[in-house]
């Protein structure tokens, strides 16, 4: 039995991994401000899993982070997930989005380090620190888009080129994160994140474009599509995730200081409109969605190749877009009444 600690784990990614490893009768301790719609019912969620221990605390104060720290004791494992998520939300407030993703980061490798711990530390980067790759060639294929040149999706060779200050404070964290390998020993793991989605994820307008979508449909709310709906992700269902995080964690002979790619890759896209029309087929009527201005640094395609974690970890996708659009879908028309309380 191991012991875990998890930032953000009253989060959507944070508390399906908590579930997973308690359910393994793992130890688990959660680190969360509860500031995010949703993860209250989370913790509650978590509750009827099994035990674990919460520490409330803001990522922003060392002192809180410190404390989480001491008090969750000799961990095996820190999965570091909270962050501040969204794109829109970093331009309107590029202050609070630096002091969350950036200095938070920061707070948190110190506060391990100074800990005089050893734990593996597993970080959620992001593909937008890639930026919007405009010299890469993109045509219109069957009414989405897709890159020209790169039919396995894009490495880890790709230069950083941060775009956005959500860009900017993630990639100035997974840079962070990947140093202090470098510098202090620390086993570190960074995973830049395509489009997650799954169970329990309370997706708004402007962050978890697919969970938003689902849920929009099924309660009858209009939705904005943000450029001309062409543009596609590699999506990546929260199962598949959390193996990711639990199989890089049992090969850190292999994984530590190491960056991946971690997303669904070439096999596993969909464009917004393909998402539409799958939820038109399943409702039998036709979506309530306008069309708005493209968004700062939303690229028109990313699709990321996995192959470096297949080959180095062994760990590759094992849901296809199809399968698990339609359990978020049956999951979300299951749990109504959850989603009608939040919006």
């Known amino acids: 039995m191991s012991r875990y600690l998890i930032t953000g784990g009253a989060g959507f990614i944070g508390c399906n991994l908590a579930a997973a490893l308690i359910g393994k009768g793992h130890e688990v301790v959660i680190f969360d401000n ?3 719609k949703g993860t209250d019912m989370n913790v509650r969620w978590l509750r009827t899993r099994g035990r674990f221990t ?4 803001d990522l922003r104060n060392f002192n809180d982070v410190q404390n989480a720290v001491r008090r969750a004791g000799r961990v095996d494992t820190v999965a570091h997930l909270a962050a501040q998520v969204a794109v829109t939300t970093s331009v309107s407030n590029p202050r609070e989005d630096f002091d969350i993703n950036a200095l938070g980061t920061f707070n948190l490798l110190e506060a391990v380090r100074l800990s005089g711990g050893d734990p593996v530390i597993l970080f959620s980067s992001t593909n937008k620190v890639y930026g919007g790759m405009e010299d890469i060639a993109v045509v219109e294929r069957g009414g989405r ?3 020209k040149d790169y039919p396995q999706g894009i490495s880890e060779d790709r230069l950083l080129d941060f775009h956005s200050p959500y860009g900017c404070s993630k990639g100035a964290a997974d840079q962070y994160v990947r140093d202090y390998s470098r510098i202090y020993g620390l086993r570190t793991v960074v995973f830049r994140q395509s489009c997650i989605y799954g169970y329990r994820q309370f997706g708004v307008e402007d962050q978890g474009w697919v969970a938003w979508f689902i849920i929009a449909s099924v309660l009858g709310r209009p939705v904005t599509v943000y450029g001309d709906g062409k543009q596609v992700r590699d999506l990546l269902f929260i199962d598949d995730l959390v193996n990711a995080f639990l199989t890089a964690e049992r090969k850190i002979g292999k994984t530590a200081g190491r960056v991946y790619n971690i997303g669904g890759g070439a096999g596993n896209q969909m464009s917004l409109l393909e998402l539409i029309s799958f939820l038109e087929q399943r409702l039998g009527r036709k979506l309530d969605y306008t069309f708005a201005d493209w968004r700062p640094g939303d690229q028109p395609v990313f699709v990321c190749d996995v192959s470096k974690a297949a ?5 590759k996708p094992r849901t296809s877009v199809q399968q698990g659009a339609q359990k ?5 028309v ?6 009608q309380k939040i919006f």
């Open 34 to 36: 509860l500031s995010r």
């Open 54 to 57: 919460l520490i409330r605390g």
């Open 334 to 339: 299951e749990n109504k009444k959850l989603f």
């Open 328 to 332: 978020l879908f049956d999951w979300v």
């Open 145 to 147: 888009y897709q890159y």
């Open 311 to 315: 080959r180095e970890f062994g760990w």
